[in-house]
């Protein structure tokens, strides 16, 4: 759009405010980068017509740019209120939540977008990369492979691995001390050792098992049971203390549990 | 010095409710000091396992077996050391007890029980 169209867009909605062209106009500002004047424009049409849930969606485009990504989500909300199918608003909403690093609900926003839209390859192309970023893999017992909740906790891979009670992987990985893939091995075994665990603190009156921690040479580990049916193994250097590792073990397990849940 | 004052050193700190220097390979009692209400032999047979259970993790990964480690329940608590010769210093305590300061005395019970 050239600048006498802008001028002619302008001069249209001040001799009439209640003119649709605030949504051209808003976006034609914002594809030129003058976003405070595109904001005003579109924060004025959608305040004009509540329902519209295509001023929603351009308001929250212009206050993504603008890094307001809270404002964004918000009007991103309300077009999905507004038009459930809406889909720029499942698209915009995972661009923030990825941002946020918040994968699982990102590949939940984009997977209904590809949904509504299936041919449409940028957002298949957009799937797959948010998949591969948030470490998706087959899950045992599930149909449709989910990210790894792990990914977004560590800040290095290969320190954390959730297993079920077979020992089979569900996400995370470890590595040997010579950095060779050793997550099937280490499977295997805390499955047993959950079993142990479980029989050990009924026997002698301790109650469900919480938290196991082993304090090795070279590294410690902290054992946990994010639900009935898994067992969560995070490791670190000796260096790192005791309670960080607890912490971040913990909270390993709340975004395990939460994950889990969501897969059900 | 003898066991019996070894695993005092346990039992002195408020919560622990047995103490005990156990066989790791067959997982038997070789000393203990326990309240009433603590099934040594159980406690010593499960220490026992757990612990090659946990040298199966630390083995599949490349390293030394654990030097110490702790399983907590919501009532309670058990811990254990590997000693030389073949034994494991354990400590079963309640859910409120320091584990910080019984896991320190139960290195240093461990260094010098043989």
């Given at each position: 759009m050239t600048v006498d169209d802008i001028q002619a867009l302008t001069a249209q909605l001040a001799r009439d405010p209640s003119s649709l062209v605030f949504l051209p106009l808003a976006e034609a500002l914002r594809r030129r980068g003058q976003l405070e004047a595109a904001l005003?424009?579109?924060?004025?049409?959608?305040?004009?017509y509540p329902e519209?849930?295509?001023?929603?969606?351009?308001?929250?485009?212009?206050?993504?740019?603008?890094?307001?990504?809270?404002?964004?989500?918000?009007?991103?909300?309300?077009?999905?209120?507004?038009?459930?199918?809406?889909?720029?608003?499942h698209k915009g909403l995972a661009f923030l939540s990825f941002r946020?690093?918040?994968?699982?609900?990102?590949?939940?926003?984009?997977?209904?977008?590809?949904?509504?839209?299936?041919?449409?390859?940028?957002?298949?192309?957009?799937?797959?990369?948010?998949?591969?970023?948030?470490g998706v893999r087959p899950v045992p017992g599930f149909e449709r492979g989910a990210p790894d909740p792990l990914?977004?906790?560590?800040?290095?891979?290969?320190?954390?691995?959730?297993?079920?009670?077979?020992?089979?992987?569900?996400?995370?990985?470890?590595?040997?001390?010579?950095?060779?893939?050793?997550?099937?091995q280490v499977g295997a075994v805390l499955a047993g050792i959950s079993r142990e665990a479980e029989r050990t603190t009924r026997l002698l009156g301790l109650?469900?098992?919480?938290?196991?921690?082993?304090?090795?040479?070279?590294?410690?580990?902290?054992?946990?049971?994010?639900?009935?049916?898994?067992?969560?193994?995070?490791?670190?250097?000796?260096?790192?203390?005791?309670?960080?590792?607890?912490?971040?073990?913990?909270r390993a397990a709340s975004a395990a549990r939460r994950w889990l849940e969501e897969l059900r | 010095m003898r066991?019996?004052?070894?695993?005092?050193?346990?039992?002195?700190?408020?919560?622990?409710?047995?103490?005990?220097?156990?066989?790791?390979?067959?997982?038997?009692?070789?000393?203990?000091?326990?309240?009433?209400?603590v099934d040594g032999k159980a406690v010593a047979a499960l220490a026992a396992s757990l612990t090659g259970r946990m040298n199966g993790v630390t083995a599949a990964l490349g390293h030394p077996e654990p030097v110490s480690w702790q399983l907590r329940g919501s009532d309670g608590m058990l811990l254990a050391a590997p000693a030389r010769e073949g034994l494991l210093v354990v400590a079963v305590a309640a859910a409120e007890a320091n584990a910080g300061e019984l896991r320190l005395r139960l290195l240093s019970v461990a260094g010098r029980a043989a």
């Open positions: 005003a424009i579109a924060a004025s049409g959608a305040g004009r519209m849930a295509g001023a929603y969606d351009l308001l929250a485009r212009i206050q993504s740019d603008r890094g307001e990504g809270d404002l964004a989500f918000d009007a991103w909300t309300t077009v999905l209120r507004l038009d459930p199918d809406h889909v720029g608003a946020a690093g918040d994968f699982a609900r990102s590949l939940r926003y984009l997977r209904r977008a590809v949904e509504l839209r299936p041919r449409d390859e940028s957002l298949r192309g957009a799937l797959s990369r948010v998949e591969d970023a948030a990914r977004a906790l560590e800040a290095e891979v290969g320190l954390a691995l959730l297993v079920d009670p077979q020992g089979r992987l569900l996400a995370g990985s470890v590595h040997d001390s010579g950095g060779k893939p050793a997550s099937e109650g469900p098992w919480r938290e196991l921690s082993l304090e090795g040479g070279p590294a410690h580990f902290e054992l946990r049971t994010p639900t009935s049916d898994s067992v969560l193994l995070v490791t670190r250097p000796r260096e790192i203390p005791a309670g960080r590792l607890a912490l971040l073990a913990d | 066991f019996a004052d070894l695993l005092a050193e346990l039992t002195r700190i408020p919560g622990v409710r047995g103490a005990l220097l156990v066989s790791r390979e067959d997982g038997l009692v070789v000393a203990d000091a326990l309240m009433e209400s």
